[in-house]
């Protein structure tokens, strides 16, 4: 009964990411059908030099950067929703993003200043650094905080003080040194190289993996720290761990496609309640499937809505994950009241 | 010798390292059912956590199955002892199945799946606790008593030779109370299941528990049986009862005696006269109770509630004295209450009384409602 929903649900998945990803390639300012795209990649048919580039180095880095990258940042959700027991965490609660804007400001700033130019593989370190400092604070308070609720409002906290000296940096920089951070912050898939793609996917495949690995303790966790101690869990490792886990995820996201928001909090959800159950066994490749499709369409709406002017990947996001989190809090509390 | 499944040497418990009850030494054997009593806020939880090591312990040692627990790895303590708590639990979308299964824990491979084996296991506790026809309910959507008894299912099924409870039956009504202590009992008597809980109610501790621990202070007040535990005076000095009674032979609790000297005179018997000693406490009139048998029910209640109360001794008719002393307290009342109880036989005396009260001029009452319409 669960088990064909759940072979239903996968199934749906991919069938729907393989469609997304032909649909993503065919569509743009040249338009590619869906069998030359196929005999392009699959055949390396370049009869079509023009087409065969568009598919190889613009269409296809993106569509699988976006996906790698979405999946990456749904993880990331379903792993700080797991560890705050609360469905309407996101990942970049934790200060994550806006420790990486203002690591991203210091460099821009500095590089400007020193070298007068800011090359983007300094932008993609530059960001990912300043994910992992601004973790690593976050870590120091989850040894020592015991409540969830005061970590995930010293996280708000240190999200604001980042915003606070970000802007003081802004207000003193040149405003054609900072076009860089404004690109940044609100997040993109363009421009996407292979090289991004070898690289992101070399950090989130394993991490992925290690996710995986760990969804027995994960699923035991769901219970309730007591209860997962009594078991045999180590709470304090464990959640450090999840904070780690969930950090280089995140920081890998904001290094190489900016804050993007929402997809952490909705996408989990709505594989939540598709496979209508918590289990990290399940939950795990579900929000990393439905995350990459979720990116992968909202990219394409994003560069295809209103073309050729290309929209940020947040505001496609935002104006589809908003509303699903003000359901999602809506019929929680219409749950409750039952 | 009988080895102990649980034994506490000299332990300290606290927070922060400050101790809030130090010198806890008991021991608890196989099949044995041990309650912790107390009032609020004495550390009944915290030496509980400390056993389940949620909790650092401060000095001493906690041993199971005589080894020192803080060398037993997580999952092998998992293995013999599984916890009930308080705390709240809220997981999305699981099925009481589901939360159950997770007691397998440290029985599964490294992705938890479940065998068919861990499966019946899981199935088994369910129908332990009868909860099997709510297998398959969101266990957010469960009522309170449902939710305990799959609480105790998830411990059952991690197969532990000790279950601690930490006050399984607050929030429960009277029916699911005496229904989860059932299969506690049934638990501790049929599968050898030691079980250390905490309790509220002490007339239930009383009744289902070997051993009882009365926690108090700084130290453990008093550690027994509950036929060493449960007299009068141990439970009123624990609880600090100024006003009411607790009567522990019977588990029967009254509420404070109304103050002053008697206003009317009640001849009972045979738990007749029970309904109108509380009505007249509920209203706040002294009374005076007689002459009852020293082996009547009504006296259990009387004791603590009337004012005076004349008593022969068990299965004994009454003596002059206690007729007289008798005749003297509806001397100074100006009602008497005729309860309805046979009078014959053994208990002739109060059917004298009766006819001396009407002799002289009292107001004889001889129903609850006229009670309630008397002006007293």
């Not at chain 1, 598919?55 to 560890?83: D, E, H, N």
């Not at chain 1, 054609?176 to 989130?204: C, E, P, R």
Request: proline letters at 4%.
């Amino acid at each position: 009964m669960s088990k064909t929903r759940n072979c239903i649900v996968f199934l749906l998945f991919l069938i729907l990411l393989i469609a997304a990803v032909i649909l993503s390639a065919h569509v743009g300012s040249v338009s590619i059908s869906a069998k030359d795209i196929i005999s392009i990649v699959f055949r390396g048919d370049r009869s079509n030099s023009v087409a065969y580039n568009i598919i190889w180095k613009i269409r296809l880095p993106r569509i699988v950067l976006a996906s790698l990258l979405g999946g990456a940042l749904s993880l990331s959700g379903f792993l700080i929703q797991t560890f705050f027991r609360n469905p309407i965490a996101g990942p970049f609660v934790l200060g994550i993003s806006s420790g990486a804007k203002l690591f991203l400001a210091i460099t821009t700033i500095i590089m400007t200043g020193l070298f007068n130019q800011m090359p983007v593989s300094v932008t993609v370190v530059a960001s990912f650094v300043g994910s992992l400092l601004s973790l690593l604070l976050v870590l120091l308070f989850t040894g020592k905080v015991r409540n969830m609720s005061i970590l995930l409002v010293i996280g708000i906290m240190i999200s604001y003080i980042c915003s606070a000296i970000t802007d003081l940096l802004i207000n003193f920089a040149n405003d054609s040194d900072i076009v860089n951070l404004t690109h940044w912050s609100k997040g993109t898939f363009s421009a996407a190289t292979w090289q991004d793609v070898y690289i992101s996917a070399f950090i989130v495949l394993p991490t992925l993996l290690v996710v995986f690995l760990a969804s027995k303790p994960m699923g035991a966790y769901l219970l309730g720290e007591g209860y997962a101690k009594s078991l045999g869990v180590d709470i304090k490792l464990f959640r450090i761990f999840l904070v780690l886990l969930t950090g280089v995820l995140s920081s890998c996201v904001a290094a190489f496609a900016g804050p993007i928001s929402f997809v952490g909090i909705a996408v989990p959800h709505i594989s939540r309640q598709l496979l209508k159950t918590s289990k990290p066994i399940l939950m795990i490749p579900a929000s990393f499937l439905c995350g990459a499709l979720f990116c992968v369409l909202c990219d394409l709406a994003a560069r295809t809505l209103f073309a050729p002017t290309e929209l940020s990947i947040s505001t496609v996001t935002s104006a589809i994950g908003a509303p699903i989190v003000i359901w999602l809090l809506i019929s929680r509390r219409r749950k409750n009241e039952v | 010798m009988k080895s102990d499944k649980l034994r506490l040497d000299s332990l300290a418990v606290g927070y922060n390292g400050v101790p809030l009850i130090s010198d806890i030494t008991l021991s608890l054997a196989k099949g044995e059912i041990l309650t912790l009593i107390g009032p609020n806020g004495a550390g009944k939880s915290t030496i509980l956590k400390s056993i389940t090591r949620h909790l650092a312990t401060i000095a001493g040692t906690v041993y199971l199955d005589e080894k020192n627990m803080q060398t037993i790895k997580g999952t092998d303590v998992a293995k013999q002892l599984a916890v009930v708590l308080t705390e709240r639990i809220r997981p999305e979308l699981m099925t009481c199945f589901e939360f159950v299964s997770a007691g397998r824990y440290p029985y599964t491979g490294s992705f938890g799946m479940l065998t068919e084996q861990d499966r019946e296991v899981v199935k088994k506790a369910l129908e332990k606790v009868n909860a099997l026809d709510i297998a398959d309910k969101d266990i957010s959507r469960i009522s309170d008593g449902q939710r305990q008894r799959v609480l105790l299912a998830r411990a059952i099924c991690q197969e532990p030779e000790v279950i601690v409870l930490d006050e399984p039956t607050s929030f429960l009504d009277i029916r699911h109370k005496i229904e989860l202590l059932g299969i506690l009992s049934d638990m501790a008597k049929n599968s050898g299941i030691s079980v250390v809980m905490s309790l509220h109610e002490i007339d239930l501790a009383q009744r289902i528990s070997d051993k009882i621990v009365c926690v108090k202070g700084d130290r453990i007040a008093a550690y027994g049986t509950p036929e060493e535990i449960f007299s009068d005076d141990t439970i009123k000095k624990l609880y600090d009862i100024e006003c009411g009674s607790f009567n522990a032979l019977l588990g029967n609790i009254e509420l404070a005696s109304p103050c002053g000297e008697p206003k009317c005179f009640v001849i009972g018997g045979g738990g007749l006269g029970i309904p109108y000693y509380r009505a007249l406490q509920k209203r706040g009139i002294p009374f005076a109770a007689g002459i009852l048998l020293g082996n009547d029910i009504d006296l259990a209640v009387a004791a603590p509630l009337a004012k005076y109360v004349v008593k022969t001794p068990p299965f004994m008719t009454a003596s002059s004295g206690d007729i007289a002393e008798a005749e003297k307290l509806i001397d100074s009342v100006g009602v008497v209450i005729d309860c309805g109880c046979p009078m014959g036989g053994m208990n002739s005396f109060n059917s004298e009384l009766l006819q001396y009260a009407a002799e002289h001029g009292k107001t004889l009452i001889r129903s609850l409602a006229e009670l309630k319409e008397a002006e007293l």
